[in-house]
């Protein structure tokens, strides 16, 4: 398995002691990707900041990547951040936290996207390979099953 790292990705996970190579690379959409199913898997990693921000002052902006999300056969929003963490907002944002969580389940019903929360940034790099790990599974089943 290689792993598609974009290039724009500030804090990229290295997947060390996964089976998997890393390869930094430009992706149109997401932050994460597999070689050779760039147009049909992609993961966008957000931390709590981040997703704050994202879903404020860069809202338009973070819409049109969910509507870019929707195009994939699998596409999934990875939140460094437990639900309940969620409800403690960063230092100086005024976003209500329900308001980022209605944002969240109203985006993922309408662009069909899944959203996962995990606690840390090794919860979530575990999460990712998974993820992909299971796509390429799950591939491999209907391809033999055909």
């Not at 308001?99 to 985006?107: E, K, R, T, V």
Request: hydrophobic share 35%.
């Amino acid at each position: 398995m290689i792993i598609l790292v974009d290039n724009r990705e500030q804090l990229p996970y290295s997947f060390k002691g996964y089976p998997a190579d890393v390869k930094r690379a430009t992706l149109k959409t997401g932050d994460y990707s597999l070689e050779g199913y760039t147009e049909k898997i992609t993961v966008e990693r957000k931390s709590k900041a981040d997703l704050y921000m994202s879903l404020g002052r860069e809202r338009d902006r973070f819409e049109a990547e969910f509507c870019r999300l929707r195009e994939f056969d699998y596409a999934a929003l990875v939140i460094e951040s437990s639900l309940s963490g969620l409800l403690i907002p960063p230092a100086r944002s005024r976003m209500n936290p329900k308001s980022i969580i209605q944002s969240l389940i109203s985006w993922s019903i309408r662009y069909e996207v899944y959203v996962f929360f995990s606690d840390n940034r090794t919860y979530s790099e575990c999460l990712i390979y998974s993820l992909f790990e299971k796509y390429l599974y799950n591939l491999e089943k209907i391809v033999s099953n055909q």
